[in-house]
């Protein structure tokens, strides 16, 4: 799965999910929408199969994020609880 993490600062955009957005956004592959604010910064995660994080100009247009800077994701896992009985120990 895609990850594209968009991060401008906050007051100068309105982020907007209005449904012509999250149209946009699913028709670059979008499947997941995650957003995060402080009074400084403003963060969207966008997750997708098919997304192409190389769009990320036309994901921050969709979302009025006009000044928005895509991140590089460096790493992405899943986790559970390791466990020592039997396995190997971590």
Do not use: Y
Not at 21 to 48: K, P, W
Not at 73 to 84: F, G, W
Request: proline share 4%.
């Amino acid at each position: 799965m895609a990850l594209l993490v968009l991060i401008a600062p906050s007051g100068q955009n309105d982020i907007s999910l209005r449904p012509s957005a999250v149209e946009m956004l699913a028709r670059l592959g979008v499947t997941s929408i995650s957003l995060a604010q402080n009074s400084e910064t403003v963060v969207v995660i966008l997750e997708g199969w098919s997304l192409d994080a190389r769009q990320h100009e036309q994901a921050a247009a969709a979302l009025g994020a006009v000044d928005a800077r895509p991140l590089q994701p460096i790493v992405q896992m899943a986790v559970s609880a390791a466990t020592t009985a039997g396995g190997h120990r971590i």
